[in-house]
């Protein structure tokens, strides 16, 4: 019995890893101008970069990169301004923006980059946002 159960624990853990080595790189984590590093996107913020391994992308910086999102809540967008790179690092400046300011943020966002209609890497990042009247 004990054999048995080893052998389906090893291989569902085998499965598993196998199943995710082709799933997202892992958790992202944004930047600053400065270089300062977040653990996290904050909304109403056109500041940060998230960012990302250049190997992930191809070991180069595409010129044509576009990112898709899931995973965040109605109303909520991360729209991509623009890129740079930093020693091995794509860096993917981003505004986060959303249309309710009255309920806060606590998502986790899960971002697709792509080049030429192709995904290169899917990133996870918190995406955090207070609540407050206007």
Known sequence: M??????VTATLALTFAAGNAFAASGVAYAT????QA????????????????LADLGGTLPGDLSLTTSGLSAGTTITLNGTDVRGGTALLYVTVERSDTGSYVND???????????????VSIPVYGAAYNQ
């Open 2 to 7: 004990k054999k048995t159960l080893m052998t």
């Open 32 to 35: 600053d101008e400065s270089g």
């Open 38 to 53: 977040y653990t996290a996107l904050y909304t109403e913020s056109s500041w940060m970069a998230i960012e990302v391994p």
């Open 108 to 122: 986790l966002a899960s971002i697709t980059v792509s080049a030429s209609g192709k995904a290169l890497t899917t």
